[in-house]
């Protein structure tokens, strides 16, 4: 390696990324339903209840309730919720259909929701399928936020200190795939200029300590403003296996994640076998 090579390394490896503080807003809030008006009250009183600590005073929130009957097509769906501006819309999977009875998608309504709608969706359990854990529901204690690539992401960080009680705890999850992993592995060793194991040690520290270093600096912002405990998830791993023990494990209330993807018009790579898989507690889909 030349010299300006490694001054290039060391000068990199020395830049590490800060968390960013800017905690969202959540006054306009849109339930969406396909229930009928007797079963609109509780589910809308259950949603109300669950998001009761977004702010002090329940009269700064602002609710909006989307029964049966108001829409019949993602096209108007989209319009309402284009003409209402919410800053959150709540829902479940598998809206205006019975395949809720079924662990194999989210229903179109929802598709094309979560890649449509600038707001975060709250994909709660469907209210019909009494699947959800006992501690789904529970106020929000646990809150977990993962993502696979977790530093420079603030909004998904911010989010999800912001649906933490105060006296919660914030776990930041960052699992490597191992199954990846060793296939770069793999491919360097058939490489004879490089060793091996030296390189499959190092690559492997620094994937972690990127990521360690990112959820330290948001730890010591979030105890600056008072907000939340952080718990550091920074593993090798297979993903959703460890992400559901994980949220077994820890009694997760709620799953933070990201769905977009700005390179596809599909949604984003892990967001959409961890929403289908995790159908027992609430996810907040950004």
Known sequence: MSNIDQFESIFKASIKEKFVYD??????????????????????????????????DAKNVNYKIITDGMFGSTEELLKIVSE?????????????????????????????????????????????????????????????AITDHLSKDHRLVNCAAKFTKNDGTLHLAHIEDQVYFDRIIDAISKIPDIETD?????????LLSDASDYISSCE???LEQGNVSV????????????????????????????????????????????????????????
């Not at 339930?31 to 007797?38: A, F, G, N, P, Q």
């Not at 809308?44 to 009761?52: C, E, G, R, W």
Request: with cysteine; hydrophobic share 40%; proline share 4%.
């Open 220 to 222: 010591k912002v979030l």
């Open 23 to 56: 905690s969202p807003e959540f006054k306009n809030i849109l339930i969406v339903t396909d229930l009928s008006k007797d079963e609109v009250d509780s589910f809308s009183s259950k949603i109300q209840n669950f998001l009761n600590f977004l702010d002090a």
């Open 198 to 206: 030296q390189a499959e040690n190092l690559i492997k520290q620094k």
């Open 84 to 144: 209402n501006n919410p800053d959150l819309i709540c829902s479940y999977r598998n809206l205006h259909s019975q395949a809720w009875k079924f662990p194999h998608s989210l229903g179109e309504y929802l598709d094309v929701l979560l890649q449509k709608s600038c707001a975060p969706v709250l994909l709660v359990p469907h209210p019909k399928a009494g699947y959800a854990y006992e501690h789904a529901f529970d106020s929000m204690d646990n809150v977990m």
């Open 231 to 286: 718990c550091s998830i920074v593993k090798f791993g297979h993903h959703l296996r460890h992400y559901r023990d994980q949220i077994e494990k820890e009694k997760i209330n709620l799953l933070v994640l990201n769905t977009k993807d700005n390179d596809q018009m599909a949604m984003h790579g892990l967001a959409y076998p961890l929403a289908i898989e995790l159908r027992q507690i609430s996810l907040l889909m950004l």
